[in-house]
Structures are given as structure tokens and as C-alpha cells.
């Protein structure tokens, strides 16, 4: 599994826009670029994934660097809903999802 | 239901004791996943089931550790001689396949072992 290192933990103000950064330096040319978040006292749920090409969907973008080696969750305007630990996981699909420590936002209101 | 249920929601049971966790995944998924996660940490990768067959239990972390899947939908989780290490959060997801996105998590099961 290629290894990550995000910020243990990032801070932003309410309606602000947040950009949460991922290295994945060891990634393979098969991995996809996937992100989880887990709210307090909940499993982990989907956000979004992608390959090469920014992705956007209806709860954040994704923006993936040229080379692969980092990428970068985008919430457009942060809400205290948003609060919660957001991990990003290289992953072919051959194996099951890998999660390190992530990292954790505040939002202030 | 509509997302993945996991019973019990929390659990107290002495040290050496047998507990069994259940997970009820999405109607139609088949693949299964258990986790755990301790406090501060992300969730751990347990073992991972394809239908009824286990695919990957290179996560348990010994042979106290066990896990059945018999009819490809309802999977439980068995801890013979409960430690207090074995105290945790065990999480259990289900997706449509073994892709990597889609996962959809249940809430866990909080183990406390005393």
C-alpha cells in the first residue's frame, strides 16, 4: 500500500473554503485516490475518489497533481457539519482500503 | 435497511469471556468488511468477505479472532478470551464490490472489556 502523510489536524472558519492535503509519493499507477471522513462517533463515510482528472461531486472537489504524488480535498464553503476526520486512501481495489491517522478539522463558527 | 446495522451498539464483558458481534450489510452487497479502531487512531483492517469466503483475514490478530459469513449477507465477529486490549470500536462495512469506493460503514460496536 503506497504510504500518506497528511496534517494530523487543520483548522477552518465557518463558510470559508478548506483545502485538506494528501502526499502519497509511493502511489502506483493503478491506485485510485480515495477520501473517507468519519463524524463524531460514526463509521467512516465516502466522499470521493479519482484517478488523474479533478473530480467534483456534490459534497467536495478533488484535486489531483500532475505527477500523482499529492492531492488535495476541496470543501468550497466549510459548515460545523463538516467537522470531522478526513483520510486519504491510495487503492488499486485488489485489497481493502488501508486507513492511517488522517486528519482532523475544526470549524470555528 | 437502509445502511449497514451493527448489533450491539455497545457491549461490557469481563476479560476471558466469549463475546460475538453481528453486522447486517446493505441488501445485495457483497462484499464485507470488519474493522476496529482504538482511541486516535484510524480504523484497523480485520478480515474481508466476498459472499459466503473469507478473502482476506490477514488482519485478525490472532487465532481468538474469528469471523463467519454463512449465507453471503449477515457476518459475525467472534472473540474467544476476551482481553482488555481487545477494548474498541469494531466497525463493519459492505459494498457493492471490492473496489475501494462505496464503502457504506455502520456506526460499530463499542467493546469494553473489564
Known amino acids: 500500500d503506497a504510504k500518506t502523510t497528511q496534517p494530523n489536524s487543520m483548522e477552518s472558519n465557518e463558510e470559508e473554503p478548506v483545502h485538506l492535503p494528501c502526499n502519497h509519493s509511493t502511489i502506483s499507477g493503478t491506485d485510485y485516490i480515495h477520501w473517507y471522513r468519519q463524524l463524531p462517533s460514526q463509521g467512516p463515510e465516502y466522499v470521493i475518489h479519482g484517478l488523474t482528472s479533478n473530480v467534483n461531486n456534490r459534497m467536495a472537489s478533488l484535486a489531483i497533481a500532475e505527477d500523482r504524488k499529492s492531492s488535495t480535498l476541496i470543501l468550497h464553503r466549510a459548515t460545523l457539519r463538516d467537522a470531522a476526520v478526513y483520510y486519504c486512501i491510495p487503492n488499486s481495489g485488489n485489497t481493502p482500503l488501508v486507513f492511517g491517522k488522517g486528519t482532523r478539522l475544526s470549524v470555528i463558527a | ?114
Open chain 2, 1 to 114: 435497511g437502509a445502511g449497514v446495522s451493527q448489533t450491539p451498539s455497545n457491549k461490557v464483558t469481563e476479560k476471558g469471556k466469549y463475546v460475538e458481534l453481528r453486522c447486517d450489510p446493505i441488501s445485495g452487497h457483497t462484499a464485507l468488511y470488519w474493522y476496529r479502531q482504538s482511541l486516535g487512531q484510524g480504523p484497523e483492517f480485520l478480515i474481508y468477505f466476498q459472499g459466503t469466503g473469507a478473502a482476506d483475514d490477514s488482519g485478525l490478530p490472532n487465532d481468538r479472532f474469528f469471523a463467519v459469513r454463512p449465507e453471503g449477507s449477515v457476518s459475525t465477529l467472534k472473540i474467544q478470551r476476551t482481553e482488555r486490549g481487545d477494548s474498541a470500536v469494531y466497525l463493519c462495512a459492505s459494498s457493492l464490490s471490492a473496489e475501494g469506493y462505496g464503502y457504506t460503514f455502520g456506526s460499530g460496536t463499542r467493546l469494553t472489556v473489564v
